[in-house]
């Protein structure tokens, strides 16, 4: 028999299973760090994200520094969603932040550890990968540069403006 619990520490919900020998057996893949539990909790509790925007975006790299759960990916996947829908202009720090955050998640070792694969079998969650694109775009329609590079080893971010004459 299993059950759905809320996990112990952070966010999200852990099954525990009864295995024919009386042992539990607890998954944990769906339970959110408590780092990422917090700005999670902050982003879904204030209703003016915009007197917070930088800061919450300041500590998301830290915060996502090691992402390798698919609880913790569909967190942080809502977390940019809800940041990139605010409407103000982001600055270069802030972008920075928000592709460094963006970077964790799609990592290899992210990948590698299978989280966006449970993710989206165990859950029928079809949806993050696109959730998290429509994220980027909507967050980068607010960037003010006019050039900028970003790069890191999954994620290459280029902005350059064109000027037709």
Known sequence: ASAEVPCEKGGGNMTITCKKNGIYDKDLRFCISEKINDIL??????SNLENNFSNLLEQLPNATDNVTTPGDIKAVVDILTQISNVNTIVNETDMKNFL?????????ATIEA??????????????SSSQL????????????L?????KEESLEFRATE???Q
């Open 41 to 46: 909790q902050v982003v879904n509790s204030i």
């Open 114 to 127: 299978g989280a966006w694969k449970d993710l989206t079998s165990t859950q029928n969650d079809s949806r």
């Open 100 to 108: 460094q955050t963006v970077s964790s998640i799609i990592s290899s």
């Open 146 to 150: 006019q050039n900028y590079c970003f």
């Open 133 to 144: 694109l429509q994220a980027v775009e909507n967050f980068t329609t607010n960037f003010s």
């Open 162 to 164: 064109i000027i037709h």
